[in-house]
């Protein structure tokens, strides 16, 4: 069976501009539930992204299952975008471990021999968290599963699915890292090529193929 995969990157957040590590958030870290947006970095998105993103509300094909990462902005643009999904935590961005909240410049002043480690060598993880190497084998590990029947509290897409004979199609809303390494895994491109893929916000990368072979389309922006 085929698969269409639209991967698509938050809006603007104050996170993204300072490039910061930003924090991961599971469901139960919300537990309110309440997550009315008032332009602040409190919801994860400024008020340009949120602007932008729900300039582009409900303009997605109809898809057979919907993903989000559980990350905060993640949520939050999926919800702007108008798109009712859960979080996944295999989505997660890559674990910065003590790093996690600062920026990569704070990083880099403190540490700078660790910095260039992780940049050099993807099996290095000198923050405690998750190697470059690690998380590249379980995002490609998502990939290459992701066409099989889901289990795991993702939500359907309102409306009718698509006919099997068509295949499936995700729309997932992800973190750039995962988006980066998604990409690299479909063109089995070697792992230092990871920061050498720019993506911007509230783009669309679309991945396409059956068995583990992928065909790529990148960047296409949700808004001008």
Same mark, same amino acid.
């Not at 702007?80 to 880099?108: F, H, I, K, N, Y």
């Not at 973190?175 to 479909?186: K, L, N, Q």
């Not at 230092?192 to 922006?221: K, Q």
């Given at each position: !069976?085929?698969?269409?995969?639209?991967?698509?990157?938050?809006?603007?957040? @104050?996170?993204?501009?300072?490039?910061?590590?930003?924090?991961?958030?599971?469901? &139960?870290?919300?537990?309110?539930?309440?997550?009315?947006?008032d332009g602040s970095d409190d919801d994860g /998105?400024?008020?340009?992204?949120?602007? =932008?993103?729900?300039?582009?509300?409900?303009?997605?094909?109809? %898809?057979?299952?919907?993903?989000a990462s559980p990350t905060r902005r993640c949520?939050? &643009?999926? =919800?702007?975008? $108008?798109?009712?999904?859960? @979080?996944?935590?295999? /989505?997660?961005?890559?674990?910065?471990?003590?790093? =996690?909240?600062?920026?990569?410049? +704070?990083?880099?002043?403190?540490? @700078? =021999?660790?910095?260039?480690?992780?940049?050099?060598?993807?099996? %290095? %993880?000198?923050?405690?968290? +998750?190697?470059?190497?690690?998380?590249?084998?379980?995002?490609?590990?998502? /990939?290459? &599963?992701?066409?099989?029947?889901?289990?795991?509290?993702?939500?359907? *897409?309102?409306?009718?699915? !698509?006919?099997?004979? &068509?295949?499936?199609?995700?729309?997932?809303?992800?973190?750039?890292?995962?988006?980066? *390494?998604?990409?690299?895994?479909?063109? $089995? *491109? @070697?792992?230092?090529?990871?920061?050498?893929?720019?993506?911007?916000?509230?783009?669309?990368?679309?991945?396409?193929?059956?068995?583990?072979?992928?065909?790529?389309?990148?960047?296409?922006? /949700?808004?001008?």
């Amino acid at each position: !069976m085929s698969l269409h995969v639209s991967l698509i990157a938050p809006a603007i957040s @104050p996170a993204l501009r300072e490039a910061r590590f930003g924090e991961t958030e599971t469901e &139960t870290d919300h537990g309110s539930g309440d997550e009315s947006n008032d332009g602040s970095d409190d919801d994860g /998105l400024d008020a340009t992204g949120l602007r =932008q993103a729900e300039a582009v509300r409900e303009t997605f094909p109809r %898809a057979t299952a919907l993903y989000a990462s559980p990350t905060r902005r993640c949520r939050r &643009t999926a =919800q702007a975008l $108008g798109l009712t999904t859960a @979080p996944l935590a295999a /989505l997660a961005p890559c674990a910065m471990g003590r790093w =996690q909240g600062r920026t990569l410049d +704070e990083v880099a002043a403190a540490e @700078p =021999q660790s910095v260039a480690a992780w940049l050099s060598d993807p099996e %290095a %993880a000198p923050h405690g968290g +998750e190697s470059l190497s690690d998380f590249h084998t379980r995002v490609a590990h998502w /990939l290459d &599963t992701a066409g099989e029947a889901h289990s795991d509290g993702t939500t359907e *897409a309102a409306g009718p699915t !698509m006919p099997p004979a &068509t295949g499936r199609r995700l729309l997932v809303v992800a973190e750039p890292d995962f988006i980066r *390494a998604a990409t690299v895994h479909a063109l $089995g *491109a @070697p792992a230092r090529t990871f920061w050498r893929i720019d993506v911007r916000p509230l783009s669309v990368t679309e991945l396409s193929g059956r068995d583990g072979r992928w065909n790529l389309r990148l960047g296409r922006p /949700l808004h001008e």
